[in-house]
């Protein structure tokens, strides 16, 4: 297992920016696809999107395609998520989730370890 933890969440207004980090613990995130999810109040928690062992590869959900980046830092053993042009909806807590999975990375049943969470607000 691998222990991840969240951090960078904040209030920001519509339009503005924000970057997460998920920091791990116990493995190295080379040996993990890592993922990005979110889940708002009374919803599912839903794909955000996945950078790929090697860090060559991503994917995004459709909401957010041109506006979130994700890298990572393996040096630093961190993954990051870069929010930009932020919208009321994207409003909710954002967690980090590691796989070895390679393929089917947008599921959220592949993944196995999970962070706590961290609060993005976006106000209007």
């Known amino acids: 297992q691998v222990h991840l933890v969240e951090s960078g969440g904040g209030l920001v207004q519509v339009g503005g920016s924000l970057r997460l980090s998920c920091a791990a613990s116990g493995r190295t995130v080379d040996s993990y696809a890592m993922g990005w999810f979110r889940q708002a109040p009374g919803k599912e928690r839903e794909f955000v999107g996945v950078?790929?062992?090697?860090?060559?590869?991503?994917a995004y959900a459709d909401s957010v395609k041109g506006r979130f980046t994700i890298f990572r830092d393996d040096a630093k053993n961190t993954v990051y998520l870069q929010m930009n042009s932020l919208k009321p909806e994207d409003t909710a807590v954002y967690y980090c989730?590691?796989?070895?999975?390679?393929?089917?990375?947008?599921?959220?049943?592949?993944?196995?370890?999970w962070g706590q969470g961290t609060q993005v607000t976006v106000s209007s």
């Open positions: 989730a590691a796989t070895r999975a390679i393929l089917r990375t947008t599921l959220i049943n592949v993944y196995d370890d």
């Open positions: 950078i790929s062992r090697s860090g060559d590869t991503t």
